[in-house]
């Protein structure tokens, strides 16, 4: 090990922090709604060569209150916010048992957080099989043959016969998508915009939706 224990928390108050130069973030000036702004912090990231700007944490609590988060890809964005998985995962039946989840983005390069809160609801079928067949093929065998996040025996022959067979499938069939794959949408009612800045203080803006309807309130955070 590089990092001697007894180092660590030392190591870790003396480690790199934000760099200078991130964007300003002028919350008087917000707009009323709270998903253009969001695209806006991923265009940015995106715009200035972010690794993965789209990556962001899904976290999920089942019926019983056990919490998991994962990473996952945004896949688009309108009134809701997308991302695709199998509905058979332990993410996906955790949403089924309780479909209320939190997202959240972050792009250290920039200083900046985004927080989402909503109920996680699968979209139409044919959204979930258009983001499946558009996966690399190695992916939709891998997706089609082995259960997302079960337990594999090395030695056991039986994974690489069906992932052979589910190769075979996706070459003969560019269209395939399996029922469980599943592109589900969070209809934000929250979202919170969190901005470093040099001066070590932080901008918050959080957005709360208005009853059921479609308008917002703001309010400023204090660090
Ligand atoms: C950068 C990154 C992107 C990922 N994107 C996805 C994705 O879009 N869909 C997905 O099902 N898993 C994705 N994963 C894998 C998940 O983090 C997770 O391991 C998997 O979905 C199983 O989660 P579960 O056991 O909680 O259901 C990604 C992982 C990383 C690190």
């Given at each position: 090990m590089s990092i001697e224990t007894r180092d660590i928390r030392r190591i870790l108050r003396q480690a790199k922090t934000f760099p200078p130069d991130m964007p300003a973030f002028d919350a008087d000036a917000a707009?009323?709604?709270p998903l253009g702004l969001l695209v806006d912090w991923l265009s940015a990231a995106i715009e200035a060569g972010?690794?993965?700007?789209h990556a962001m944490t899904l976290s999920t609590c089942d019926s019983t209150g056990h919490v998991t988060a994962r990473t996952l890809l945004l896949k688009d964005v309108d009134d809701a916010l997308w991302f695709a998985s199998s509905d058979e995962s332990p993410k996906g039946r955790q949403m089924a048992e309780n479909p209320h989840v939190a997202l959240t983005l972050y792009w250290r390069e920039q200083g900046r957080q985004i927080r989402v809160e909503g109920q996680a609801q699968p979209g139409p079928a044919e959204v979930g099989a258009a983001d499946f067949t558009a996966r690399h093929p190695d992916s939709r065998a891998v997706a089609i043959a082995l259960p997302q996040s079960s337990a594999y025996d090395p030695g056991s022959q039986e994974p690489q016969a069906r992932l052979a067979a589910a190769r075979e499938l996706v070459a003969q069939d560019d269209d395939f998508a399996p029922d469980d794959w599943t592109a589900y949408r969070v209809v934000p009612t929250v979202v919170e915009f969190w901005q470093a800045t040099t001066g070590r203080d932080q901008v918050r803006l959080r957005y709360d939706r208005v009853g059921e309807g479609t308008g917002w309130t703001s309010t400023r955070l204090w660090p």
């Open positions: 707009p009323d709604e972010v690794n993965q700007p």
